[in-house]
């Protein structure tokens, strides 16, 4: 074949790839019209029956030279490419998306302390609340490092029945007179919607667990106060499923919202989970909510928590976690992990002194 059939026929192809390019354009402005249609009648976005129906016709007119199997696989990803269309069509409408708020959101707590805005936030403390003489020596201790949050867990969901509960109310009431007494604000987690009101009196921020990351009807009643919310992603929870649990917060009212990566359960044992620092750039990336980092339950380990809380910042994350314990060993729960408060201070003048803590 001379050059000039070569280039005669190279032209019929580019025409045709105009006309397809065109055609499938078309078509994919139809899929997203779909999409919104769906959207609106609360209908799955993935039709099996349907994309069965379109092949199986597809097949019937195809006269080759392509064979049935290629004709199926080239409109499946049709197909797909259709449902990722519809799918970021409807994350550009999610409240929580970057596509429809431009700006960070920036959380203004009591006492003008800032997440998500141009300085990093340290929240640390105990995992549990377990007596006023620990709670407080704690509290002593973040005032003196010039910590403002101060965690500590009150309704504690464990493994087993059997392992410390938390104090439940009185526990929060011990987090509160001690914070108040330290001048730092208050976080903790809340498990059953039945407590939230009670909750309003004793925590500056409402913290929805790992585990409840999925609890939707605990995520509407949090959306439904006028309470900043500290958001864990879900132990085995997609970055999708974590956008979409605050974005059930955010669909009540509630804007609040500050999101924490705390580890992802995988096969790997060297750490209590993986912590997935990808997510950090990619939650700052789709979402305008702020982005914490729990380096205390993500790795499990002590001996680690420098480094990633350093790759967690130079991330783009705006805050750090960490567990705090006057005397670790003897901790109610998560004794392995929590730092005492010797440890707790290197930890963060090394933070700080990396020049990443802002
Ligand atoms: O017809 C629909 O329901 C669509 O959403 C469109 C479409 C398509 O690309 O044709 C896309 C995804 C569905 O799984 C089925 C079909």
Known sequence: MSNVELDVLRGRLDE???QLLELISERAKIVQEIGVVKEKQGVPKFDPEREKKM????????????????????FKQIFSASLDLQSDEHKKTLLVARKSHKEDTVIVLPGDVTVGGSSSLMVAGPCSVESELQTRTVAAALQKAG??????????????????????????????????????????????????EESLDYVDIIQIGARNMHNFELLKAVGEVNKPVL????LAATLDEFIHAAEYIMSRGNTQI?????????YEKATRNTLDISAVPILKQECHLPVLVDVTHSTGRKDILIPCAKAALAAGADGIMVEVHPDPATALSDAAQQLNI?????????????????
């Open 16 to 18: 045709i790839n105009g």
């Open 55 to 74: 092949l199986d016709q597809l097949v019937a007119s195809n006269k080759g030279p392509f064979t049935n199997g290629t004709i199926r696989s080239l």
């Open 147 to 196: 910590v403002r949050v101060m965690r500590g867990g009150a309704f504690k969901p464990r493994t087993s029945p059997y392992d410390f509960q938390g104090l439940g109310m009185d526990g929060l009431r011990i987090l509160r007179e001690a914070a108040n007494d330290y001048g730092l604000l208050t976080i903790s987690e809340i498990v059953d919607p039945r407590h939230i």
């Open 231 to 234: 958001l864990k992603r879900g």
């Open 258 to 266: 500050m999101l924490i990566e705390r580890g992802i359960r995988t």
């Open 342 to 358: 010797d440890e707790f201070n290197t930890f963060f003048n090394e933070v700080k002194a990396s020049g990443l803590y802002r």
